[in-house]
T-cell receptor, first 111, second 112 residues
Framework: GESVGLHLPTLSVQEGDNSIINCAYSNSASDYFIWYKQESGKGPQFIID?????DKRQGQRVTVLLNKTVKHLSLQIAATQPGDSAVYFCAENRNNNDMRFGAGTRLTVKP | DGGITQSPKYLFRKEGQNVTLSCEQNLNHDAMYWYRQDPGQGLRLIYY???????QKGDIAEGYSVSREKKESFPLTVTSAQKNPTAFYLC???????????FGNGTRLTVT
C-alpha cells in the first residue's frame, strides 16, 4: 500500500490567504522529503525539500515542516495566488533512490 | 537547456500491441525513473535505474520492461501483458540519492 499519503484530497482557499497542505508517511527509514507541484498535463515541478535532520525549511513564500515523531510533513504557502492552483504531491526518498509519492492534494485558489 | 524529453506527448495503440515510450535526459544524471499516473491519483513507481545497465522494479512493474544501455536514455516498453495500460506516464531523473527528481512532461498513452 501507499506509504505516503495526504489528509485532504482537495483544498480551496481565498486569494491572499495562507494554505497548508498535509502529508503523512509511514517509512521511518526515509531521510529525505520533497514537495512537488503539478499543473494540468505537465510533469511535477520541484518546490522545496527537507532532510530528516531538519524540522523546518523556508523558501520563497513556501515553508516545509517535518515532524518525525508523528511522521508528518506539511507545506505552507503564504499569500496564495491564482497561479498556485495545482495538485501538490509529497514524496519520500527511501533507500537506494527509491522515491515514493502520495496521492496529491488539489489546491484551488478563489479570487 | 538541460532537461528531460519524453516523446511522443500522445500515443494511441491497439490492444495486444507492445509500445515503447521514449525518455532522454541531458542533465548527466545517474538515476532515472518511470512513474504511472492515473486520473486523480498519485504517481506509482514502475521501474528505476541508478546506473547504466542496472534497474530495479517498482511497485507496479508487471507488464512493463525497461533498458538502460546509455546514461541519457531510459525507454519503457508497455507490453501486451499490461492489463490496464491507458495512463499518463512520467519519466524523471535525479543527480544523487538525496536530490529531487526532474520530470519530463509525460506521455499520455491510450490503448483501445
Amino acid at each position: 500500500g501507499e506509504s505516503v499519503g495526504l489528509h485532504l484530497p482537495t483544498l480551496s482557499v481565498q486569494e491572499g490567504d495562507n494554505s497548508i497542505i498535509n502529508c503523512a508517511y509511514s517509512n521511518s527509514a526515509s531521510d529525505y522529503f520533497i514537495w512537488y507541484k503539478q499543473e494540468s498535463g505537465k510533469g511535477p515541478q520541484f518546490i522545496i525539500d527537507i532532510r530528516s535532520n531538519m524540522d523546518k525549511r523556508q523558501g520563497q513564500r513556501v515553508t516545509v515542516l517535518l515532524n518525525k515523531t508523528v511522521k508528518h510533513l506539511s507545506l505552507q504557502i503564504a499569500a496564495t495566488q491564482p497561479g498556485d492552483s495545482a495538485v501538490y504531491f509529497c514524496a519520500e526518498n527511501r533507500n537506494n533512490n527509491d522515491m515514493r509519492f502520495g496521492a496529491g492534494t488539489r489546491l484551488t485558489v478563489k479570487p | 537547456d538541460g532537461g528531460i524529453t519524453q516523446s511522443p506527448k500522445y500515443l494511441f495503440r491497439k490492444e495486444g500491441q507492445n509500445v515503447t515510450l521514449s525518455c532522454e535526459q541531458n542533465l548527466n544524471h545517474d538515476a532515472m525513473y518511470w512513474y504511472r499516473q492515473d486520473p486523480g491519483q498519485g504517481l506509482r513507481l514502475i521501474y528505476y535505474s541508478q546506473i547504466v545497465n542496472d534497474f530495479q522494479k517498482g511497485d507496479i512493474a508487471e507488464g512493463y520492461s525497461v533498458s538502460r544501455e546509455k546514461k541519457e536514455s531510459f525507454p519503457l516498453t508497455v507490453t501486451s501483458a499490461q492489463k490496464n495500460p491507458t495512463a499518463f506516464y512520467l519519466c524523471a531523473s535525479s543527480a544523487t540519492r538525496q536530490a529531487h527528481l526532474h520530470f519530463g512532461n509525460g506521455t499520455r498513452l491510450t490503448v483501445t
